[in-house]
Every structure is written in structure tokens, then in C-alpha cells.
């Protein structure tokens, strides 16, 4: 699934915007000067409503928001410069952790989204982030559109310093797995008036589900204000700052989602980066519970062999889908048999996350056949010295092998018309293995 088209359009337009205006100055490596931002809300001077009340944003944050929503418009339908976290924090009367702080909030809670990098057409240096700004959180799904890391930054975020953010990220993906242990598609679109009685509703009761997200306490408080507790040993005034001016070595370039490592001398973590704090001036950094946690996880999803049609959102949905619904042990045989519905052109694959939810529910209901993954067949090299085909023992046992589970899921599917699917998947292969010199089974 695509973004509308004038949608595209505009970022388009913003992308070549910034090409021109950047390009031709060559700011210093990893500035982030050179940052967009594009509104695609309703021109007029009218805030959202639901801003004020929303019950994951803090106070500065949701101020923000207004700011940089007056800032965007000065230039309808395109991309401006990106007000810097000084300029911000100039204008706001905040610190520069806090304004760092709201945009990643910003972010997680789908106000804002880092819909697209741009690099020079030449040297490929990456010049700036192209940032959305919404007239109302968007749904999970178009949130997955927008930005190509978003579940990753949640998922970095539940380890973050900040309490706030821990909770409304921790709320993102607790709405996520909760959606799906209801044997419901998070990425389904939801109707947005419903939408929106429904996170009033939650909101005016402080239960519920605002917007995806489930309220399930009440926002941190500390003494410096709600939710502005930190790590005992930083405070949002000693956050680094992500635009260091020239002659400082800001570190690699932060794409969105990336988890980076800040020390004293070390790498701006930017809006959406997890910062881990450091006593000293060498490279120790605390890990938490949580981080080491996120590590397993990330070690047993890259362990998988996932579908190439499948993108970096669409694993870490289908990983969370798994994990909540069967054993490890069932993971791969899930994702080999999505692999071959994904190549089936007759009925091609619509929702994954559906999909997946129902294979889970056939390995619990004891009916799921696995088929093993997918051959894909030698494209150059391999061929017979007599006639130029593919003709290895191992290719002809994997076809045969493939079509035995085939035939086994088709005798547990019954009749109708997945019985018929699975029957031209069938026959492909028998076809394919005959062309190999196999005989037909």
C-alpha cells in the first residue's frame, strides 16, 4: 500500500525544494539544518482540539506542535527549513533536551512524521529529513506509510530516559499486540468519526484506548511537572544538541529510528535516537533491562528468514504477531507459508498481519500443514551440459518436497475456493519439476 497521490506529489515537490536550496550551500556532515518540514494539514489558523486533550503529549510538546505548525504554513504546500532545536527552544523559552524531547513525542504519538531522507543526486550525502505534520494522529497503518521505521522507534523508545516517552511508547506497542491478541489487523483502517468519539470518550473517562493507544494510568508526575522526570543523572538541559554548528563532529548521520550511543564526545542521538548514559568521558554506557530485552528480540527476528516483499514495519508488526500468538518453534513455518501466499498471483497478499493472525489460529486449532519455503529457481548457472536447464538432484527433491506439503494442505482446506488455489500452486510446480526431468508426482 502507497500514499495517495497527491500526498506523494507534495513530498516530491518537497524533496526538489530542498535539493535546490541545500544542495548549493553544503552544510557541515550531520547538521541537521537541513531538515524539511511539510505540513499537510488545512491551511487555516485554527488548532485541533483533540491537541490540548491528548493525554500522552506533554504540555511543551503539544506547544510545540502549534509552532511549528505557524512556521510550516508560512510556505503552503511546501517543505521549509526546519526550525533547529535552538531556534525552538529561543522562541518556546524551553531547554534544548525538552525540545528534543517533544519531537520525539511528537512522533511516537503520529503527530509528526519523517516520511522521507534526502540525499544529493550526486554524492549521495544525506542532506536533511522531510518531516509531515498531521491535523490528528494518523492510524497505524497510514503511521507505517509515512515513515519505513516508525514501529522500530517505538520499539527503541520503550527504553528510553524520559517517562513520558517510555509510556506513550510502551502504550504504542501494548495497542498493537492487544489489537492483534483479538484476532484483529492493527493496520485495518478504522473509521475516523468512530475514531475520534472513541478517544473522546476514552479521554473525558481516563480509560480506554486514545487513538490506538490504551490510557492505563495516569501521566508521570515528578517534581519538575508531569511527565519531565528523567535519568538520575541527565536532565533536559544536558541532552546534546543535535545541530552543533561548524567545526563539531556531530557523528554519523541519524536516519530515522536509529538507535545511537551518546557519550560526552560521542554522536547526537536527534529526534527518535535512544540515548544511553555515560559517567565518563571514554565509551561505557549504561544498559537497562529493557535494552538488553530489545537485543534478544532483534537477534530472534534477524534469525528468521522473511519474505524480501516484506519491509523493516512489516516484519516488526508480523515478529510481534508471532510472539503473542504460538510458540518460537512455529515462527519460520508461519513465515514460509506467507512466503508462498505472497508469490500466489491468482490471490495475491493483501494483509499480512491478517494473514498471519490466521495461520496462527490454525496452529492452535491443530489444522496448519507446514510447506516448507519457497524454491526459488537458479537463474544463471546450474544448467545441464545437455540441455541447458537447471537439473540438480537438490532442486528436484525441493520441488517434490514443496509439492508433498502442498498436497497436504490442500486435503486439510476442503473444497471451495482456496481447495482451487491450492491446486494451481500444484500444478505450477509439477510443471516447473517436469521441466527439471523429474516425473510428475
Known amino acids: 500500500m502507497g ?4 500526498i506523494s506529489h507534495s513530498i516530491d515537490e518537497a524533496i526538489e525544494y530542498l535539493r535546490r536550496t541545500r544542495s548549493a550551500s553544503k552544510p557541515d556532515i550531520g547538521s541537521t539544518d537541513t531538515d ?3 505540513f499537510l494539514g488545512q491551511w487555516h489558523d485554527a488548532y485541533p482540539t483533540v491537541l490540548v ?18 512556521e510550516a504554513r508560512q510556505q503552503p504546500q511546501r517543505a521549509i527549513a526546519m526550525p533547529s532545536i535552538q531556534q525552538t527552544a529561543k522562541a518556546l523559552h524551553q531547554a534544548r533536551g525538552t525540545v528534543i524531547r517533544d519531537r520525539l513525542l511528537l512522533r511516537i504519538c503520529r503527530w509528526v512524521s519523517a516520511v522521507r531522507p534526502v540525499r544529493d543526486p550526486d554524492t549521495g550525502r544525506f542532506l536533511g529529513q522531510i518531516y509531515a505534520m498531521h491535523g490528528e494522529p494518523v492510524q497505524w497503518h497510514a503511521a507505517t506509510q ?3 521505521h516508525y514501529v522500530e522507534l517505538i520499539e527503541r523508545s520503550t527504553s528510553h530516559q524520559d517517562r513520558r516517552v517510555q509510556r506513550a511508547a510502551r502504550a504504542s506497542i501494548s495497542g498493537i499486540r492487544e489489537s492483534i491478541v483479538a484476532g484483529t489487523d492493527p493496520l485495518t483502517p478504522i473509521d475516523p468519526v468512530a475514531m475520534r468519539l472513541s478517544t473522546a470518550k476514552a479521554i473525558e473517562s481516563g480509560w480506554g484506548t486514545a487513538w490506538g493507544l490504551p490510557i492505563e494510568d495516569d501521566p508521570p508526575g515528578t517534581e519538575s511537572g508531569p511527565g519531565e522526570g528523567l535519568h538520575p543523572e541527565t536532565g533536559p538541559a544536558t541532552l546534546p544538541d543535535p545541530n552543533p554548528g561548524p567545526g563539531v563532529s556531530p557523528g554519523p548521520n541519524p536516519e530515522p529510528g536509529d538507535r545511537m550511543i551518546d557519550s560526552v564526545t560521542g554522536p547526537n542521538p536527534g529526534p527518535g535516537g535512544v540515548r544511553s548514559s555515560s559517567k565518563n568521558k571514554n565509551t561505557t554506557t549504561t544498559t537497562t533491562d529493557a535494552e538488553r530485552a530489545q537485543v534478544d528480540v532483534d537477534d530472534r527476528r534477524e534469525a528468521l528468514t522473511w519474505p524480501s516483499a ?7 508488526l508480523l515478529h510481534h504477531t508471532l510472539s503473542v500468538s504460538v510458540d518460537t518453534a512455529h515462527h519460520q513455518d508461519i513465515l514460509d507459508a506467507m512466503a508462498h501466499k505472497a508469490r500466489d498471483r491468482d490471490d495475491p497478499l493483501r494483509n499480512p498481519v491478517a494473514y498471519a493472525i490466521e495461520l496462527c489460529n490454525r496452529v492452535k486449532a491443530g489444522t496448519f500443514q507446514p510447506v516448507g519455503p519457497p524454491l526459488e529457481m537458479p537463474r544463471n548457472g546450474g544448467a545441464s551440459a545437455n540441455d541447458g536447464r537447471p537439473n540438480t538432484p537438490l532442486v528436484r527433491s525441493q520441488l517434490l518436497g514443496e509439492i508433498a506439503g502442498l498436497k497436504q494442505l490442500r486435503r486439510a482446506s476442503g473444497q471451495g475456493a482456496p481447495g482451487e488455489r491450492l491446486e494451481r500452486q500444484i500444478a505450477d510446480l509439477q510443471t516447473r519439476l517436469s521441466e527439471l526431468g523429474g516425473e510428475r508426482r
Open 3 to 6: 500514499l495517495p497521490n497527491e
Open 36 to 38: 524539511g518540514l511539510l
Open 53 to 70: 486533550r491528548d493525554p500522552f503529549l506533554s504540555d511543551s510538546a503539544k506547544i510545540q506542535w502549534l509552532y511549528l505548525a505557524q
Open 146 to 148: 509515512y515513515d519505513e
Open 310 to 316: 516484506f519491509d523493516d514495519n512489516m516484519r516488526r
